[in-house]
């Protein structure tokens, strides 16, 4: 289909483990953004993208958290270290200006982490 | 701080009743505001944006939002709901700081009822 993508959808790790979540953008989207969203919440933003370069990482929760785009489409989020908290739905979502309000998010279904 | 509130955890209304979800938000100049509703095991779906213009913001599905300055609202509206409106609805605000993010409330859950 046309829409993000994102990989796995279930994510089962150990504590102490790293995982690697992928998304899939929208064919030529500028804009590539990953939101945190624990069981019974919002949204919340970790990190924008603008092509490969990675602008805003400001909502990254530690240092464990690492996110990549290095040919301005596909993007990782990896977690080393898992930790309970970091259990929660990821969502990636592509827009296809860069830094534009007026332009919509497209999300993907997200990736279901779960650390036990 | 910037930021929406959701003051309903959860609106329940009978199928052709009018629904209405309320959001509320606190933001230094301008406005920019967003609703998105989530089904189950799938991403947010977009359904209507006020940027600036008309108050009545017409969406897709049948919904509508109504911006109020002076009540600092953007409560989403429905005429007559569906049993397939059932969902998650979040609402939400373009922060305009540094490259710009979109933050949410907390989700309100909508139960329609045959």
């Known amino acids: 289909g046309a829409g993000v993508s994102q990989s796995p959808r279930y994510k089962v790790a150990k504590r102490g483990q790293d995982v690697a979540l992928r998304c899939d953008p929208i064919?030529?989207?500028?804009?590539l953004f990953w939101y945190q969203q624990a069981l019974g919440q919002g949204p919340e933003f970790l990190t924008y993208?603008?092509?490969?370069?990675?602008?805003?990482k400001s909502g990254l929760p530690s240092d464990r958290f690492f996110a990549e785009r290095p040919e301005g489409s596909v993007s990782t989020l990896k977690i080393q270290r898992t930790q309970q908290e970091d259990s929660a739905v990821y969502l990636c979502?592509?827009?296809?200006?860069?830094?534009?309000?007026?332009?919509?998010?497209?999300f993907g279904p997200g990736t279901r982490l779960t650390v036990l | 701080a910037q930021s929406v509130a959701q003051p309903e955890d959860q609106v329940n209304v009978a199928e052709g009743n009018p629904l209405t979800v309320k959001c509320t938000y606190s933001?230094?100049?301008?406005?920019?505001l967003f609703w998105y509703v989530q089904y189950p095991n799938r991403g947010l779906q977009f359904l209507l944006k006020?940027?600036?213009?008309?108050?009545l913001v017409k969406g897709s599905y049948g919904f509508e939002a109504e911006f109020n300055k002076s009540q600092t609202s953007f409560h989403l509206k429905k005429p007559s709901a569906l049993v397939s409106d059932s969902a998650l609805y979040f609402c939400?605000?373009?922060?305009?700081?540094?490259?710009?993010?979109?933050?949410f409330g907390a989700g309100t859950q909508v139960v329609v009822t045959p």
């Open positions: 979502a592509s827009s296809l200006a860069a830094g534009v309000v007026y332009n919509e998010q497209f």
């Open positions: 064919s030529g989207h500028v804009s």
């Open positions: 993208f603008q092509n490969e370069a990675q602008l805003d």
């Open positions: 933001v230094s100049g301008n406005p920019y």
């Open positions: 006020y940027i600036t213009g008309d108050n």
């Open positions: 939400a605000v373009w922060i305009t700081d540094s490259w710009g993010k979109l933050q």
